[in-house]
């Protein structure tokens, strides 16, 4: 049994949001003072004039995030063995988790508009799970070695949730921990949700000379998730493998190698991984004013799916173990080929009934690729000793489907859109094709000339007319490589990691703009180096900064297929952008490579010799110096963005750095 219990307190970092300090921090006039009145306290409560943006540094500062969060996980089992080789093995598992979060906004800040307020929110959440198995073992003559095994398996998890608001209180003394100190109360919220899960399984293992081996596989589960008509599903697997380095004819080379395996194996899994009660109709409560009184009701919000069934995946592996000189090296390698069919999809129906979407089985997803590891001693000495270990692995996929579901243009360009034939996380951007070299506003092949063409289509079939396919958010290739050295008493252990075949988009330039540049804002540096006259599109990609008083700006604040500027009385093209400055951002211009490497982390230790802990009371004592994200190197277009950043939203806080010193003691 194990139990923790963590405090943390968070600001308010989210990049999304007009509050997140880091998107305040960015946009908000640096010459702003964060005082008002640096000697009472008094912060400047918005960045005025220019953008309305709340004070990043009060904001982290005096609103307080609080979280506290309880875990125990604990198992206990009973094993009998009431027949010679049977035994049967009862089990029960629990995690049982317990979060309270705790939020206060003072009056002294923006958000709160001078009214302080406070939300207490708790969540208590029971996971247990249930085994009973049974195995024969038989081994005959030394030479067939069996074993069987059939059990059954539930679980079930249990989830409760409660908040609690108020505000207007009559100071910050208390925060949180008196709701009943406001003088108004919000509408309070409570939830409970639970799913289980049951399994019956069985196997089958059977080896010859412990050489030869075979096993197969079989288990039927059923999700409470699913429809009536398919909670449970049948997943079968099999598997053969062949120890080589037992052979005879290997032992003349039993000295370099001492292992050598090959293995394949073929079969299905099955994937629950979708809302608790996507199946069934539901209802959602709310509230409407009927004859000038506050009425209480519920609607429907989901349309039920009766045939709502497992996405089931089917995967065939083949591979190698190979051990050398005595295990001091070793290298496995695998390759796998797996379909993935009924699909987990959202589909957007017609809101007639006050329903847009609901999820059903649609597509299927095939992944193919291969993953080598190396680890050993490359150097071993009495005093001096050098272990590696590395991984890489190659992933390529493919989506197979006639996606039901309207995609928008964000989801194009983001890529969240699910394209047949496309591998998942392919975004889109705009052909860049230079800057104007009259005005300095960047030019793109948009079709504005043969907009016609456009008439009658789909967004679906304009994006790949207009739009570029700018590759994938996600790696072709990725890995580690890990190396510890050992001196005696020291060790030094680095931790590398890597990634290649990602595309990145740069953080938006023009978005916060577009409106015009004001002294109020902050904006970035790399305008200095913006076209200002002609023949400056000789030297850069950056475009003229247009003004709203511009002659010009009308022509590009709108672009030609926004609903608010169609061409001719329902033109009939479907929005593809909404001005030029988007595109610019969104453009292929800006995509640069994700490609990095990562000095993940850094351990230095050393442990005190034995002969100095005999007049202690301790067995064992280190001391170690470790750090993390220590440092990343990427494309230099990057500018300080973490490749993991990428500038599909607003910009958020880069991974940073960390430093821990510890001391390890045993008695």
């Not at 475009?543 to 511009?550: A, D, M, Q, V």
């Amino acid at each position: 049994m194990s139990g923790t219990h963590t405090i943390s307190r968070t600001s308010a970092t989210d990049v999304g949001g007009r509050d997140g300090v880091v998107n305040g921090a960015l946009k908000m006039n640096p010459i702003q003072s964060v005082y008002a009145n640096e000697e009472t306290g008094e912060y400047t409560p918005t960045n005025d004039p220019g953008l309305l943006i709340p004070n990043p540094v009060a904001t982290a500062k005096e609103e307080i995030y609080n979280n506290a969060t309880t875990r125990v996980l604990g198992d206990v089992y009973a094993e009998w063995e009431f027949l010679k080789d049977l035994k049967l093995k009862v089990s029960l598992g629990m995690d049982i988790m317990y979060l309270k979060q705790n939020k206060y906004t003072p009056s002294n800040i923006y958000q709160s508009l001078g009214i302080a307020s406070a939300k207490v929110g708790v969540n208590r959440s029971i996971n247990w799970l249930n085994e009973n198995i049974l195995t024969w073992n038989k081994t005959f003559k030394d030479i067939h070695s069996l074993n069987i095994l059939g059990g059954f398996t539930i679980q079930r998890n249990n989830v409760e949730s409660v908040t609690g608001a108020s505000s207007n209180f009559v100071n910050d003394v208390m925060k949180y921990n008196n709701l009943g100190a406001g003088s108004i109360y919000d509408k309070p919220e409570s939830s409970a949700t639970q799913w289980s899960l049951m399994s019956y399984l069985a196997r089958i293992n059977y080896s010859l000379y412990d050489r030869y081996l075979f096993s197969v596989n079989g288990r039927v589960d059923g999700s409470s998730r699913f429809g009536g008509n398919n909670k449970y599903g049948f997943f079968p697997s099999g598997s053969v493998a062949w120890r080589i380095s037992e052979e005879g004819f290997m032992e003349p080379v039993k000295a370099v190698i001492n292992n050598l395996k090959l293995r394949t194996s073929y079969g299905f899994t099955g994937n629950t991984e979708i809302g608790v009660y996507e199946s069934l109709a539901t209802l959602e409560s709310n509230s409407w004013t009927i004859g000038n009184q506050l009425v209480s009701g519920f609607y429907p919000n989901r349309i039920p799916n009766p045939d709502l069934k497992w996405e089931k995946t089917g995967q065939f592996d083949i591979g190698f173990d190979l051990g050398l000189f005595n295990n001091r090296l070793r290298l496995t390698a695998d390759y796998y080929y797996k379909k993935t069919t009924d699909l987990f999809t959202n589909v957007d129906v017609s809101p007639i009934n006050g329903i847009t979407s609901y999820i059903m089985n649609n597509g299927d997803m095939l992944n193919k690729g291969f993953s080598i590891s190396l680890n050993g001693y490359p150097v071993k000495t009495k005093n001096f000793r050098w272990y590696m270990s590395t991984y890489y692995s190659v992933n390529l996929n493919k989506v197979q489907t006639d996606d039901a579901r309207n995609y928008n243009l964000n989801d194009y360009l983001n890529g969240t859109a699910v394209v047949s034939g496309q591998p998942i996380s392919t975004f889109y951007s705009y052909k860049f094709l230079g800057l104007n070299p009259q005005n300095g506003a960047p030019m793109f092949d948009d079709w504005e000339d043969r907009w016609h063409l456009l008439q009658g289509k789909t967004l679906d079939e304009v994006v790949p007319m207009i739009l570029v396919n700018s590759g994938t958010r996600d790696p072709k290739f990725s890995g580690d490589l890990n190396n510890t050295f050992t001196y005696k008493n020291w060790s030094l252990s680095l931790n590398f990691s890597y990634s290649l075949g990602s595309k990145v988009r740069l953080f938006e330039m023009y978005g916060p703009i577009i409106n015009g540049i004001s002294a109020a804002a902050n904006v970035r540096e790399e305008f200095l180096d913006r076209w200002q006259v002609p023949g400056d599109e000789k030297y850069t990609v950056y475009p003229l900064i247009i003004s709203p008083s511009s002659p010009d700006y009308e022509h590009y604040r709108l672009h030609y297929s926004a609903p608010q500027r169609a061409v001719g009385p329902n033109s009939g093209v479907p929005a593809f952008a909404n001005n030029v400055w988007q595109m610019y951002d969104d453009s292929d211009l800006r995509v640069v490579s994700g490609n990095y490497l990562k000095l993940q982390s850094l351990s230095f230790s050393y442990r005190l010799n034995d002969r100095l802990l005999r007049k202690t009371p301790f067995t064992q004592l280190s001391i170690s110096f470790n750090t993390h994200n220590c440092f990343t190197i990427s494309a230099k277009e990057l500018r300080g963005q973490d490749p993991s950043q990428a500038g599909f939203a607003d910009a958020g806080l880069s991974i940073r750095p960390s430093y821990t010193i510890g001391l390890n003691v045993s008695f």
